[in-house]
């Protein structure tokens, strides 16, 4: 079967049509093209096909808007991707309910595959809001792609932290259309973004931000990802349907504990008494998540650290120390080893315990 | 074999002698008392018995120390509990390495086998005391036992917070003997809870609070207990000995979660990612606990509950509600729905979130 990019993002733009139909569109019809030919007296037999599908797909056809959507993605910059060919995420393919088509402002590369989701509420605590940025940085340095959703509160400090990095990279997928970045705030920082990473939406280019939009949105931030990490959730935070997402998806599922007085940590709290991995460092995640795990053995191999910065790791051993001390053991200037150890620690391969530093265990 | 308490304290004043080489001595010389009689040579044949053991124990039998320890203890209102008696906790009797005596100030009565440990760092923060407090006194007040160890920070607080409710029951199991009691300052307290539940110790009446007790110490605090809570723990905190100890012990290991910006919480947070259960309200602690969900449900059952609080239960529903608006709902005056609303708080029947109550569902 001939993928045809027209046809699918007519489909797509109904807003009513999603892989399931489609499949069932292609096995009545031979392709999608032919299904956007038919009468929709014929496109009522397709068994979850009623009179609003029916005549909203008949309707995409006569319109011709799928043409012009694709001649305006193009002269904005966008990719549209379409399912079943080769640029399409292989990590969407295998969903029950992959998007027929994804927008992409910026670029999707081979090693966005390795992504790990930060998730968490939009009413987020200073806690909460300091931890993201901490584990987007964290996560970054290393290499993972840091994937989130662009909204207000935890998604924008992961999204900031990751890009706070030399080369970090992140994605954000959006409940409204690429060219229709919300929350307006957040506009400059996805253009940032999308020079390092990417606006990933299956919504059309100028979709607004409807709040249906966000429960399937998250699908894909999870369906991108080998693992989702929740920052914080409240109990009923959207952040736990992304969390459901994750489950039936086959991916890990990590929660960052707080304080019991937090209402905003009783959904991590929960998830974590349901079997989330409690992850208090991004060493947490990456050991659990082979093939990231390999990404942070081969990231700590002599190869990848500097001879400056194997010798502060070989003086740190398996002890807490302060800089000041790495410093005089080492014969080396105080200053030289906080900027290798602040270097090391952005990197995940140590953690300041306060003044302390101490090297990460290798998975 | 008749139990003969004078033997057994002796052979416990030699502070070398523990259920093991009791058991050994009493199966090569027929009893304690014999044992207590023979030459050193005879004695010296007996594994694990040699130059040292074998004085000290032919000392103690020339001293006459125990007879004089015994009238001390009756004089001070101590009773000492022999292993292998009726008034022995059957809780402690079945551990690999029970005490052979048990000093008790005040009384352990049987409803205190339904006990649950709070233990914690001494160096707790503002966040560890606030806890140990609450849930020293939410289980307390549903009828739980509150085990702990007389120590500063959050031992103290979860000792108080029992103490605060109307007939909180609790124990505190002492590193020291039970007229030694350490520290100094929590000698007010000491006696206040001897009303109210116990001092317990194994070691001699006026045994200084060695640093080598501790370790020791803390098999008894989860022995009493069905289940322990560590509230907050450093990475080589003593409540990650007891955490071991109920773990081998077959007791249930339950962890408070806090802020991974505190290095207080790290001994929890190692504790949940080992497999405790991550607890934020007692009644996460009792739903796992058979012996002690029963007493929540009895507690919770229609006869337990006034018919006033009933109403206040009643009108809560399922939602998280401020007393304004139930009381508006049930038309009852707002500052008696409040005090109901304490009061099953206290209780662990409804949690309080900020201004909002909601029923506890039950286990």
Not at 125 to 133: D, I, N, S, V
């Amino acid at each position: 079967m001939e993928v045809d990019l027209e046809s699918l993002v007519a489909l797509n733009l109904t807003g009513l049509v999603g892989a399931a139909l489609h499949r069932r569109l292609c096995e009545r019809f031979g392709s999608a093209r032919s299904a956007l030919r038919a009468p929709r007296s014929e496109l009522k037999r397709v068994p979850g096909i009623g009179d609003l599908t029916s005549s909203a797909i008949v309707e995409q056809s006569r319109s011709g808007a799928a043409a012009i959507e694709i001649e305006e993605a193009a002269s904005e910059g966008v990719s549209i991707l379409a399912y079943g060919t080769p640029g399409y995420p292989a990590s969407l393919s295998t969903l029950h309910d992959p998007p027929l088509v994804l927008y992409v402002r910026g670029a999707l590369e081979e090693r966005d595959l390795l992504g790990v989701a930060l998730v968490g509420s939009r009413q987020a605590t200073p806690y909460g809001l300091r931890q993201a940025a901490r584990f987007g940085g964290e996560l970054a340095g290393v290499g993972v792609t840091v994937v989130s959703g662009l909204a207000r509160g935890i998604d924008t400090e992961a999204h900031r932290g990751a890009l706070g990095t030399p080369e970090g990279r992140t994605l954000a997928v959006l409940g409204s259309g690429v060219a229709a970045v919300y929350p307006p705030e957040n506009r400059g920082l996805a253009r940032r973004l999308a020079e390092r990473g990417a606006l990933v939406s299956e919504f059309p280019l100028r979709a607004a931000p409807s709040p249906g939009n966000f429960p399937r949105r998250n699908r894909i931030i999870s369906g991108l990802s080998l693992g989702i990490l929740v920052i914080e959730a409240g109990e009923k935070s959207g952040a736990l349907i992304t969390a459901d997402w994750a489950m039936e998806q086959g991916r890990e599922v990590f929660a960052l504990p707080g304080s019991v007085e937090s209402p905003m940590s009783r959904g991590t709290h929960l998830l974590i008494r349901q079997g989330a991995k409690l992850a208090e460092t991004a060493a947490d995640v990456l050991e659990e998540l082979p093939a990231l795990a390999s990404i942070l053995r081969g990231v700590s191999s002599p190869a990848a650290v500097s001879p400056l910065e194997r010798t502060v790791l070989r003086e740190l051993g398996g002890k807490a120390r302060t800089a000041e001390s790495v410093a005089a053991a080492s014969r080396l200037p105080e200053v030289t080893v906080s900027a290798a150890l602040d270097r090391l620690a952005a990197r995940g391969l140590v953690v300041c315990e306060g003044p302390l530093f101490r090297a990460v265990p290798l998975a």
